[in-house]
Nanobody, 127 residues
Framework: QGQLVETGGGSVQTGGSLRLSCEAS??????????MGWFRRAPGKEREGVAA????????EYVDSVKGRFTISRDNAKNTLYLQMNSLVPEDTGMYYC??????????????????WGQGTQVTVYS
């Protein structure tokens, strides 16, 4: 069917930056047809949305806590989704997942709107 593989996680000091990547493989995701998003799960908490992007990349949505600090983007020629994270704070710590949904899809960072998920990459922000 297809696969989503996240990379780029790591440990960073407060105020630092990380860039996450999510490479999509398999016929399901090629051609930039799917809505995609980034999600995270902090220790002891439910998985929550972070950002979402339309199939062509023209539309993006963010949750309030990351607006102005995170940027979601995609390169459909490379079948890759990105999340640039700046000004990181300890509250951003968690496992970060990318997800995809086939059309018709809505561009919202809502867990329930996505069917295909990667395995996650850990982000730790220390003070």
């Amino acid at each position: 069917q297809g696969q989503l593989v996240e990379t780029g996680g790591g440990s960073v000091q407060t105020g630092g930056s990380l860039r996450l990547s999510c490479e999509a493989s398999g016929y399901t995701y090629t051609g930039g047809t799917h809505c995609m998003g980034w999600f995270r799960r902090a220790p002891g908490k439910e998985r929550e949305g972070v950002a979402a992007i339309s199939s062509g990349g023209a539309r993006t949505e963010y949750v309030d806590s990351v607006k102005g600090r995170f940027t979601i983007s995609r390169d459909n020629a490379k079948n890759t989704l990105y999340l640039q994270m700046n000004s990181l704070v300890p509250e951003d710590t968690g496992m970060y997942y990318c997800a995809a949904e086939a059309p018709p899809c809505v561009v919202v960072p809502s867990v329930s709107k996505y069917s295909y998920w990667g395995q996650g990459t850990q982000v730790t922000v220390y003070s």
